[in-house]
């Protein structure tokens, strides 16, 4: 395994600059085949956005903050069963600073960027890790079981498509049970801080659920900017939010899950809105979501620098010598003076 691993890294040593232009092009070639449609249709869509119902913005916004507080909620309270020291609170402002790197190529700068800072706070970094991959495991589980559920509902497919969605389902949950999590701490030689409980798993579980089914109501919003869809295309939606986070998950290691998701979003939507309207719907979606991870990001940069206690170790390790050498200074008084 060890040998397996060093070929890896002597591979990507002596090809990093090969893939990272394989990588560029893979991304130049993805942006034109999402911008062709729209510029093909540009005429329509200038009518789009003139009739655009703006208002409509607002209720995506309300949305989206309710599904970024599930978001919070689900990561602290799983990282909570792992180190149980730290306050939600503390979690959260982790959480929200993170998930900006989740733009950087690589998700190893979303989840090293959380291991870097809980380590900060004597949190090993194996639990860290751990704790995303719970986190990975039940987002993927969730967006699966909505996908089988919801897309039958909205459009007719082949029910043989829905047995690799049940197989992750199956797989997932039993990972996800506190026995396996327990041995699996355990083999890593990092015990959980306290037993895992059934409900535990099933709150983690609901709790991602219904930010799958959120994220899936932000979009429909988001449609009903440029047209008036009905409420029952809502299923389809709801359907197709959970499968392209699916696809994400699929490409979870490369950035922005290299546009399999924004690419599972469009077919989707392109069933009941025209293909260039779910093209700017896709775009849009990936846009204002970015624009708000960066600017909630930098806020709690900057309430996570002010309350961070390893600043404050910093600073009462630097007056401890201080305080030392008066101490030695004030024993040399009190010994020349019992000379006299």
């Given at each position: ?20 232009l ?21 005429q ?44 939600l ?7 929200l ?110 709790l ?9 109501l ?12 009905g ?17 994400g ?26 293909t ?8 849009l ?56």
């Amino acid at each position: 395994m060890s040998s397996l691993s060093e070929k890896i890294k002597t591979f990507y040593a002596r090809h990093s600059r090969v893939l990272k232009l394989l990588l560029y092009i893979a991304w130049a070639v993805l942006f034109a085949f999402l911008a062709y449609p729209v510029w093909k249709s540009r005429q329509q869509l200038l009518l789009y956005l003139v009739n655009a119902n703006h208002s409509q913005f607002l209720i995506v916004i309300v949305i989206y903050l309710f599904a970024l507080l599930l978001a919070v909620l689900n990561w602290s309270v799983i990282m909570h069963a792992f180190d149980n020291k730290i306050s939600l609170w503390m979690h959260a402002k982790i959480y929200l600073v993170s998930m900006v790197s989740r733009r950087i190529p690589g998700t190893i700068w979303y989840v090293g960027g959380r291991m870097l800072l809980y380590k900060q706070l004597g949190v090993p970094s194996i639990n860290t890790a751990s704790a995303s991959g719970i986190e990975f495991i039940i987002s993927f589980i969730a967006d699966a079981l909505l996908a089988a559920i919801f897309i039958p509902l909205g459009i007719n497919l082949s029910k043989t498509w829905l047995i690799p969605l049940g197989i992750v389902v199956i797989l997932g949950l039993y990972i996800l049970h506190p026995m396996m999590l327990s041995k699996i701490m355990v083999r890593l030689k990092h015990p959980l801080a306290q037993p895992v409980r059934t409900g535990q798993v099933i709150g983690w579980l609901f709790l991602r659920l219904a930010l799958v089914l959120t994220g899936g109501l932000m979009i429909f919003f988001t449609i009903r900017i440029f047209t008036p869809i009905g409420i029952e295309s809502l299923l389809l939606v709801l359907g197709a939010r959970a499968l392209s986070g699916a696809a994400g998950m699929l490409t979870y290691l490369l950035p922005s899950s290299m546009g399999a998701s924004d690419l599972t979003l469009l077919a989707m939507l392109s069933t009941i809105i025209p293909t260039p309207l779910a093209t700017v719907i896709a775009l849009l979606v990936r846009i204002y979501t970015t624009l708000f991870e960066l600017i909630i990001g930098f806020i709690f940069f900057i309430l996570l620098n002010k309350s961070f206690p390893f600043s404050k170790l910093k600073s009462a390790e630097e007056e401890v010598p201080e305080e030392k050498l008066n101490d030695e200074n004030s024993e040399k008084e009190l010994q020349e003076y019992r000379s006299r």
